[in-house]
């Protein structure tokens, strides 16, 4: 039987958790930089890589990533709850660092966290097609963030096709809106039609 009243507790646990801005921490702890003066100003693990960190943009991605496992963890194993509250919990996690009320409801591109969230409620095939289509997305189209919400739209379209539940499908919308505010910005530009191969073949064929 599931307490509604733990399940909340895990939920706002999980939200706060993922609120913790720890890349911005490391930033001003190990490099001595405000990492939203670097990149696309978002305080998350891709600008302290930008900032001069490669070590500590390491530790921060890896921090990102395990923020989103803990409660999902706990929810799932301690308490024994249905996958279904486990995806509650996950949204949780994503929105508390997409809108970290420690960080004025501002905050990161969430992606990181969003992977800790799948590794907790072993969506294996998830991760796989995002994979995929995100590397597909990469190689063909210049705009990361046209990347990112391509491979979330074909990823819904996969999980509809092979019949997931309702829960999970449930999940990944609520995923995709999250990702598709926090991503607005870079939409309004083209999603290029180059990518990094053509460009690669392209330099190649200058340096022949």
Do not use: E
Request: hydrophobic fraction near 55%.
């Amino acid at each position: 039987m599931i307490d509604t009243a733990t399940v909340a507790v895990l939920a706002t646990g999980a939200f706060f958790l993922g609120a913790c801005p720890f890349s911005l921490w490391i930033g001003r702890l190990k490099l001595r930089k405000d990492i939203r003066k670097f990149g696309d100003g978002n305080p998350g693990a891709a600008n302290v890589f930008k900032a001069g960190g490669k070590a500590w943009g390491v530790i921060a991605l890896v921090a990102d990533i395990l923020k989103g496992l803990p409660f999902i963890l706990i929810a799932l194993f301690v308490f024994d709850y249905s996958q279904p509250v486990g995806y509650i919990i996950a949204v949780c996690a994503v929105l508390g660092h997409a809108f970290s009320p420690f960080l004025g409801f501002h905050g990161g591109k969430a992606l990181a966290v969003f992977a800790g969230t799948l590794v907790a409620l072993s969506q294996w095939d998830v991760i796989m097609c995002l994979a995929i289509l995100f590397f597909i997305g990469f190689l063909f189209i210049s705009n990361d963030a046209w990347t990112v919400m391509c491979g979330l739209a074909g990823t819904l379209v996969y999980l509809s096709l092979t019949g997931a539940d309702t829960w999970k499908i449930a999940f990944m919308a609520c995923i995709t809106a999250i990702l598709l505010i926090k991503h607005l910005q870079g939409l309004k530009t083209s999603p290029g039609t180059s990518g990094r191969l053509l460009s690669w073949i392209r330099s190649r064929r200058k340096t022949a």
